[in-house]
């Protein structure tokens, strides 16, 4: 593990105050990558946190390894934080995966309270409206993780979003990975569920506001976010698919078949099925955020379902 030190103070570019302390946790991953240039141009001091250094694209960060399954290194990362950002995924893990994310989420939470860290801020999913968890691993643990970090720190900031809209997004280029590569798009029974995916670029802009966010008494919020359009997951496939101009014949099947269409779809895209799996089980639930709250405490507006994808299939070519 790389030794700490205490976060040195960097002044805030636009009021020449202090940043924070920041600890992101999975800061090599999808979102923590993308999410610590934000917070460094927002003058915040930031530390992050991962398993192996050399795979972290930032060297403008302090650098802490360990291991937050096990809880290594933990504890010495948390030292002189102010907030720390949960990024940490396991459903690449196997079939495990709800397991090993809890004993993460509790790791962290012990970790912080070694430190009187005061907020977190997680990244999370929305939840199906019949009930909590749906039947979906993925979505329960999401659940179970929010209530473990709300519980833990004196502050608490969960977003919950659907789909994020990016190069990188597991679900994303799950579904533009399909289009390119079928030559017909065989649209399970979930092609009638609906969600509201939201732009990678937003959903950053609302982590980084979290960070500083004024909870007006409320000490641990949770908010839904998404974009601004409504649609099911079939229309959600087509319009990627005429965006990225591969429109293609399809058909709509009666049955889900998850088990088998996750091996295909695994299979068609190079993503791993254990990751894959889970994903197509989650899309079996209208996953509707109600952006009500977060439209009253942050005031951001989502940019539309087009230009989200046409900037995410971009950056699709380029990383190719």
């Not at 798009?185 to 609906?194: E, F, G, K, V």
């Amino acid at each position: 593990m790389l030794a700490t030190e205490p976060l040195v103070p960097s002044p805030d570019h636009a009021s020449g105050q202090q940043g924070l302390a920041v600890l992101v946790t999975g800061a090599s991953g999808y979102v923590g990558s993308r999410l610590t240039p934000q917070l460094l141009g927002d003058g915040h001091r930031v530390r992050g946190f991962v398993r192996d250094a050399d795979k972290l694209e930032s060297r403008d960060i302090e650098v802490a390894e360990g291991d937050a399954e096990t809880g290594e290194g933990l504890r010495e990362a948390m030292e002189g934080v102010d907030v720390v950002f949960f990024l940490i995924h396991a459903m690449d893990g196997g079939a495990e995966f709800g397991e090993t994310e809890r004993q993460t989420a509790e790791h962290t939470v012990e970790a912080a309270q070694a430190h009187s860290v005061r907020r977190v801020v997680y990244l999370g999913g929305v939840l199906p409206e019949e009930d909590r968890s749906g039947g979906s691993e993925h979505l329960e643990s999401r659940r179970e993780v929010e209530d473990l970090l709300l519980d833990g720190f004196p502050e608490a900031v969960a977003l919950r979003a659907s789909m994020l809209i990016g190069a990188g997004s597991a679900s994303f280029d799950l579904l533009a990975g399909l289009v390119e590569r079928l030559p017909l798009l065989a649209l399970p029974a979930w092609q009638d569920n609906r969600t509201a995916p939201i732009d990678e670029r937003d959903a950053i802009e609302y982590l980084v506001r979290s960070a500083t966010l004024d909870l007006a008494g409320d000490a641990r919020r949770t908010f839904d976010i998404g974009g601004p359009e409504e649609m099911t997951y079939g229309t959600m496939v087509e319009r990627i698919a005429a965006l990225a101009g591969r429109e293609r014949p399809s058909v709509r099947l009666p049955v889900s078949a998850t088990p088998v269409a996750s091996r295909v779809a695994a299979a068609t895209t190079g993503q791993e099925h254990a990751l894959v799996e889970p994903l197509m089980r989650s899309l079996e639930y209208d996953l509707i955020p109600d952006t009500t709250a977060a439209d009253a405490a942050f005031g951001l507006r989502p940019r539309g379902f087009d230009e989200s994808v046409r900037w995410a299939l971009a950056e699709r070519g380029r990383g190719e």
